[in-house]
């Protein structure tokens, strides 16, 4: 995707999840709604969420490409790489750099990521593996970027 289309789509998801925000009822950040699970390999972060049916979910920024395993259930997901797609369990995908994504749960749904940290402090590993603003993706973070974009 180019350079422009990808921008474009990066607003689009930015903007939907400020007009979001606004209604009543919205929850921010980890909610007893989508609990998650914390696993802990040499070097290895697994992150596992449920997702109810009917759920909308907007994620974070991740810095760096990833592993991911939908192992239950349907998603409708929006993202700047791959626009609008129905990904269905059982599925691996690769998320690349950058990767921020909105989910809407056709279906109850488990959703794993994998990451490389040798860090078991779940603050400490946001820190490391999400960025607030893709303005905030470091120089190394922007090189994978143009490398998997």
Not at 4 to 12: I, P, S
Not at 131 to 137: I, P, Q, R, V
Request: net charge negative.
């Amino acid at each position: 995707m180019n350079t422009e289309l990808k921008e474009n789509a990066r607003a689009k998801i930015e903007k939907f999840e400020k007009v979001f925000a606004q209604y009543p009822g919205v929850k921010h950040g980890d909610m007893d709604e989508c609990p998650l699970t914390h696993k802990f390999a040499d070097g290895v972060y697994v992150r596992e969420i449920f997702i109810p049916a009917d759920t909308l979910v907007v994620g974070k920024i991740h810095r760096h490409s990833h592993p991911n395993f939908l192992m239950k259930g349907k998603v409708a997901v929006y993202t700047e790489d791959g626009g609008s797609q129905i990904l269905e369990a059982p599925l691996s995908i690769i998320s690349p750099a950058g990767t921020k994504r909105v989910v809407y749960a056709i279906e109850d749904t488990v959703w794993i990521t994998v990451h490389v940290t040798e860090e078991t402090d779940l603050d400490k590993i946001e820190e490391v593996v999400i960025a607030k603003t893709y303005n905030e993706l470091t120089h190394d973070d922007k090189e994978e970027l143009l490398w998997h974009g």
